[in-house]
C-alpha cells in the first residue's frame, strides 16, 4: 500500500461519480488520485467514498496536510488520513 503525503493542490468533482485531487507539497510537485463512485457500489460503500471526497474537500479549503493511501498499481485512493 502506497502513501501520497501533502496538501489537495487542486481538485475536481465531476458528475460522473469521479473526484480527482492533486496532492503533494507544491502545486508542480504532486500526484493526482482518484476516487469513482460506482452505480454498483453498495451503499456503504458509497457514502465511504462520498466521505472521502467531502474530507479531502475540506483539507482543500483550509490548507491541511493529508495522507493519502492507495494501491500500489492504481491512483483510487482507498484511506485518508490526517496528521495533526
Given at each position: 500500500?502506497a502513501e ?30 482518484i476516487?469513482?463512485?460506482?452505480s454498483s457500489?453498495a ?13 479531502l474537500t ?7 496536510e493529508?495522507i493519502a493511501g492507495?494501491?500500489?498499481?492504481n ?10
Open positions: 500500500m501520497t503525503v501533502g496538501l489537495v493542490q487542486e481538485l475536481h468533482v465531476f458528475d460522473s461519480g469521479v473526484s480527482c485531487f492533486w496532492i503533494g507539497p507544491t502545486p508542480t510537485i504532486t500526484e493526482v488520485l476516487i469513482q463512485r460506482d457500489d451503499a456503504h460503500v458509497g457514502a465511504f467514498k462520498n466521505s472521502m471526497v467531502d474530507a475540506s483539507a482543500h479549503f483550509s490548507r491541511q493529508v492507495h494501491p500500489d498499481d491512483a483510487g485512493i482507498v484511506s485518508v488520513r490526517f496528521e495533526p
